[in-house]
T-cell receptor
Framework: EAQVTQNPRYLITVTGKKLTVTCSQN?????MSWYRQDPGLGLRQIYY???????DKGDVPEGYKVSRKEKRNFPLILESPSPNQTSLYFC????????????FGQGTRLTVV | GIQVEQSPPDLILQEGANSTLRCNFS?????LQWFHQNPWGQLINLFY???GTKQNGRLSATTVATERYSLLYISSSQTTDTGVYFC?????????????FGGGTRLMVKP
């Protein structure tokens, strides 16, 4: 089954404790991205990657890191999480080009206390 | 950047009723998608529809790209249609090919 898989689905952590949210897709998509969703602010892009070893900032990259060492994986790294990073996170993938359909993972609900 | 506005923001329906959700965008697009976010938070793909009309069961969608709007029709609504419906676009010339989301329409279908 074609899918985008995120882990974990739920995470509660403490301020400053490094964490990684994994994202993997099995559709051989070149383009992958991370979004966060917050009440009243909607979905905003954090980082994106057009292919292996090619990443760039989205609208809200502060406090996040990403890497793209393999085509199928695009982990989101929070080196020192803070409470304002409490949010619902989504990973997405699609074929290269703006005119292709995007598919989203199940979401990761992160709480930083 | 491109602006995406959805209306209405909130909608309450009795089961079996029909509804039309609207998405207006401020510039030319080469990608438009409709999503349903269910009560568990998952984003479900409904339609990839940068232009034209598509139907899938009780749902259909129409995008008139030249007039910069898209419509999502829900017929014979069911309680499982409850959730938030998002329209998202990629503007022409957007170097990062970023999907820009509208604010959503929150739908509740009552039994």
């Amino acid at each position: 089954e074609a899918q985008v898989t995120q882990n974990p689905r739920y995470l509660i952590t403490v301020t400053g404790k490094k964490l990684t949210v994994t994202c993997s897709q099995n559709m051989n998509h070149e383009y992958m991205s991370w979004y966060r969703q917050d009440p009243g602010l909607g979905l905003r892009q954090i980082y994106y990657s057009m292919n292996v070893e090619v990443t760039d900032k989205g609208d809200v990259p502060e406090g996040y890191k990403v890497s793209r060492k393999e085509k199928r994986n695009f982990p989101l790294i929070l080196e020192s999480p803070s409470p304002n990073q409490t949010s619902l996170y989504f990973c997405a993938s699609r074929l290269q080009g703006g005119n292709t359909e995007a598919f989203f993972g199940q979401g990761t609900r992160l709480t930083v206390v | 950047g491109i602006q995406v506005e959805q209306s209405p923001p909130d909608l309450i329906l009795q089961e079996g009723a029909n509804s039309t959700l609207r998405c207006n965008f401020s510039d030319s697009v080469n990608n438009l998608q409709w999503f349903h976010q269910n009560p568990w938070g998952q984003l479900i793909n409904l339609f990839y529809i940068p232009s034209g009309t598509k139907q899938n069961g009780r749902l259909s969608a129409t995008t008139v790209a030249t007039e910069r709007y898209s419509l999502l029709y829900i017929s014979s609504s069911q309680t499982t249609d409850t959730g938030v419906y998002f329209c998202a676009v990629v503007g022409w010339g957007n170097a990062g090919n970023m999907l820009t989301f509208g604010g959503g329409t929150r739908l509740m279908v009552k039994p």
